[in-house]
């Protein structure tokens, strides 16, 4: 035991002693958070809208007034014929085109459905479809009205009323579907990965590198016992942000935090665990920092975070994915974070997740250390 | 600067780099690997919603309504909660995205002339596809009035707008097409900066950086002899994503080549100019690895719109977007692979990438040659 806290005592010295070390793992995450936070965003407005109306009557500018009072879009210009709207969209200085033709006014007076075309440039086919979304919800609208317009005329000639559905929708968790609530918190698993995956993986490949791991395994330390010495700095770090950033999403960017917040340290731990695990994994295979680096950030952290669910849905994912991402830490910690910050779920709700993460960090650690007193022995 | 000192430091570098197949491998594997992801298994729309509904009614309308909903495929039925079940359970154990709840009498309602209520409960932890899955159930429930006011009949015309929407350069919204680009951008972005910025770092850990001091070699011929295989194994990953691009997603440059090699040349320079600027300030590998990753690799991914659109961040964003060079090389990297123009279009785009580039060797140079001399 006392072995085991001079150890422990010694890695946080270590870690002090690159003395730009514990700001950059305090700050980094700050940075991230609040970057983050404001960027990722996938709510679509101002987009610029070029015009193209060769109707000019009062029905056609209704329907523009409709596009500009929308907020999602911005006029930034109007040309005579679909023939000259290339530029606009080949430069970029505009996304999507409205072309109205010339016989809209009279289609509609006529009782014809007319036509409406919208041209989007498909480079960002993301925000292109989002605002071809928008385009047709408009036009929908519009065309809702004017038929709704005709109801009592309808009602009149046949003598009765007709019934209408109507949908009434409830938002439960996030009522306003404001997305930053489903990002931020997915910023606590990104920079928990940093700290106790990548750095602490590094950290051990290190002494490697310098040739000092050979010097513990003289010391009568257990195995064991290096690695709780080697990986605790790096814990309580991960704690200090899971705090940090807890307080950060709360305070700073008001989402709520319906659940028990010493949950979601409990949790957190089983999380770790994996994490850590992994980082330890990675520092048995490779030989150099660098490698460590590598191996953390393009083989385990990238698609884990994008197959997690964290940021794109696992439902959209064709099945074998789907299956892949099951043995994913990340995705559990996703339920669990979205769990306790959003819906208030007690660990009734995630014990299946809590299970999962329970299962895969032992079986990581397990190897991990085995693969680690093989490599001291 | 000599030529053949400059070869010979490149050539020790890329010796080195050779000797470590693992990070050559990841070097050059990875953004095909990360392409593969994006194409195959990453989308943003919405399919395959999980929807559960409660039906008090049991009528020819409460069924046709389910019908309309499961038949537009948008939604898979897996429920079909009896009355007075927590129906909020069902979305908290993430067993149901939506419930749709058709209250008693809905049929009787509709038949009298009423306005009928029909309730669509949601799980808005995931704002986006919440959105989308109200934008749907909205669209079907339109749908099913106009065809109520139809079929009652009268010599009325109804006549909605039809609206008929066209998609250029990308004409299935295939999000692999502007994927392309993006990934190009950033990839290169971390492996430019993280590989020279650890190179050199990684002398100076090791103590080796003395030994190189005490030999003729200049710094200038030193920093160009250190990036130069790292702007060689970028250009190979970047002919790789293409090829990648071209055979297995069908994405062809429509542009010139000779522009696209230029624009890639042009921000390459500066995110491996990036990199020593790095390794001038940092003095330990982890170090470098926090700030390179924290500097090039996050804004790359969100401050470039790359995926999220920087018109709808709020300004003080957009403001430092302007200083992240893959906002540029992203819109002059689409223009060019996918709108076949050429860099006579974007000039403002070129011209910053350019500035970038000299700015940032400039203070590299700069700060490493006054350490070393």
Redesign the interface.
């Given at each position: 035991m006392q072995a085991l806290l001079s150890m422990i005592r010694k890695e946080f010295q270590q870690l002090r002693q690159?003395r730009?070390?514990i700001p950059?793992?305090i700050v980094?995450p700050v940075?991230?958070l609040i970057?983050?936070g404001?960027?990722?965003?996938?709510?679509?407005?101002?987009?610029?809208l070029v015009l193209v109306d060769q109707d000019r009557t009062p029905a056609s500018r209704a329907?523009v007034d409709r596009f500009t009072g929308s907020g999602y879009f911005d006029l930034v210009g109007s040309e005579e014929t679909a023939q000259t709207i290339e530029p606009w969209?080949?430069?970029?200085k505009a996304q999507i085109a409205l072309v109205i033709p010339s016989s809209y006014g009279e289609?509609?007076a006529?009782?014809?459905?007319?036509?409406?075309?919208?041209?989007?440039?498909?480079?960002?086919?993301?925000?292109?479809?989002l605002g071809?979304?928008y385009?047709?919800?408009i036009?929908?609208g519009?065309?809702?009205e004017?038929?709704a317009a005709?109801?009592p005329?309808?009602?009149k000639?046949?003598g009765?009323?007709?019934?209408?559905?109507?949908?009434?929708?409830?938002?439960?968790?996030?009522?306003d579907?404001?997305?930053r609530?489903?990002y931020v918190p997915a910023v606590l698993a990104m920079v928990l990965m940093l700290v106790t995956m990548?750095?602490p993986s590094?950290?051990v490949v290190?002494e490697k590198?310098i040739g000092t791991l050979e010097q513990l395994i003289v010391t009568p330390l257990r195995p064991w016992q290096i690695i709780l010495g080697k990986l605790t700095p790096f814990v309580v770090v991960g704690m200090l942000d899971l705090c940090l950033i807890t307080g950060l999403v709360t305070g700073l960017f008001k989402v709520p935090l319906r659940g028990s917040f010493l949950l979601l340290v409990a949790l957190t731990f089983l999380f770790l665990m994996t994490t850590l695990g992994l980082g330890l994994l990675v520092s048995s295979l490779?030989r150099?920092?660098?490698?460590a680096?590598?191996?953390c950030?393009?083989?385990l952290m990238?698609?884990m975070i994008?197959?997690s669910g964290l940021?794109?849905?696992i439902?959209?994912?064709?099945h074998g994915?789907q299956v892949a991402s099951t043995v994913i830490p990340v995705r559990y910690y996703a339920?669990i974070l979205?769990?306790i910050f959003?819906?208030g779920?007690g660990i009734d709700?995630l014990w299946p997740d809590a299970l999962a993460l329970l299962i895969i960090g032992t079986t990581v650690l397990t190897l991990a250390s085995l693969r680690f007193r093989k490599s001291l022995d | 600067m000599s030529p053949r000192k400059l070869w010979s430091v490149a050539w020790k570098e890329l010796i080195q780099s050779a000797r470590?197949p693992?990070?050559l491998g990841?070097?050059l594997g990875?953004p095909c690997?990360?392409l593969l992801?994006?194409g195959?298994?990453?989308?943003?729309?919405?399919?395959?919603?999980?929807l559960a509904v409660q039906d008090n009614d049991k009528s020819v309308a409460s069924r046709d309504?389910i019908a309309s909903f499961v038949n537009s495929t948008y939604f898979d039925l897996v429920a079909t909660p009896p009355p007075g079940t927590d129906l909020?359970?069902l979305?908290?154990?993430?067993t149901a995205k939506a419930v749709l709840v058709i209250p008693e009498r809905?049929a009787e309602?509709?038949?009298?002339?009423?306005?009928?209520?029909?309730?669509?409960?949601?799980?808005?932890?995931?704002?986006?596809?919440?959105?989308t899955i109200?934008?749907y159930?909205?669209?079907l429930?339109?749908a099913?009035?106009?065809t109520?006011?139809t079929e009652?009949?009268?010599?009325?015309?109804?006549?909605?707008?039809?609206?008929?929407?066209?998609?250029?350069?990308?004409?299935d919204?295939?999000?692999t097409?502007?994927l392309v680009?993006g990934l190009i951008g950033f990839i290169l972005m971390l492996t430019a900066v993280?590989?020279t910025a650890?190179?050199v770092v990684?002398e100076k850990e090791?103590g080796t950086m003395e030994q190189i001091r005490v030999t003729s070699l200049k710094p200038g011929e030193l920093i160009v002899g250190k990036t130069l295989p790292y702007l060689g194994i970028s250009l190979s990953a970047t002919v790789l994503i293409l090829l990648a691009a071209r055979f297995l997603f069908g994405v062809a440059v429509t542009g010139s080549y000779l522009h696209l090699f230029a624009a890639t040349l042009i921000y390459l320079i500066g995110a491996l100019g990036f990199g020593l600027l790095i390794s001038s300030m940092?003095?330990?590998?982890?170090?470098a690895?926090?700030?390179g990753?924290?500097a090039s690799m996050?804004?790359a991914i969100?401050?470039s719109?790359f995926?999220?659109?920087l018109?709808?961040?709020?300004w003080?964003?957009q403001w430092i977007s302007y200083a992240v060079p893959a906002r540029y090389f992203n819109?002059v990297l689409?223009?060019v692979i996918?709108?076949g123009?050429g860099l006579e279009?974007?000039p403002r785009d070129v011209g910053f990438l350019l500035l970038y580039a000299t700015v940032v060797l400039v203070l590299a140079y700069v700060r490493l040659s006054r350490k070393e001399v």
């Open positions: 690159d730009k070390m950059a793992m980094g940075i991230q970057v983050l404001f960027a990722a965003n996938l709510d679509v407005n101002h987009i610029p329907l969209l080949v430069e970029g289609d509609l006529a009782g014809r459905p007319p036509k409406v075309q919208a041209i989007a440039d498909g480079t960002d086919s993301n925000s292109s479809g071809l979304g385009v047709s919800q036009v929908s519009e065309g809702a004017l038929v005709k109801r005329l309808l009602e000639t046949i009765k009323p007709v019934g209408e559905l109507e949908l009434v929708p409830r938002v439960w968790y996030n009522p579907l404001r997305s609530w489903f990548i750095l590094m950290a290190k590198e490779v150099t920092q660098q490698q680096m590598g191996f950030v393009y083989v990238v698609p994008y197959l940021i794109f849905p439902e959209n994912m064709p994915f339920n979205r769990g959003l819906k779920a709700v | 470590d693992l990070s990841m070097l990875v690997m990360m992801l994006y195959y298994a990453l989308s943003f729309d919405v399919r395959h919603i999980r309504l909020e359970k979305t908290a154990r993430r809905t309602n509709l038949a009298a002339g009423r306005t009928a209520q029909v309730q669509l409960l949601l799980d808005g932890s995931d704002s986006n596809m919440a959105a109200l934008g159930a909205n669209a429930v339109a099913a009035n106009v109520r006011l009652a009949g009268g010599k009325i015309a109804l006549a909605p707008i039809d609206f008929e929407p066209r998609v250029w350069y990308n004409p919204l295939d999000s097409h502007f680009p993280l590989s650890l190179s990684r090791r940092v003095d330990t590998q982890a170090m690895f926090q700030a990753s924290l996050l804004p969100f401050l719109g995926i999220f659109p018109r709808s961040m709020p003080p964003l819109v689409r223009g996918l709108k123009a279009s974007y």
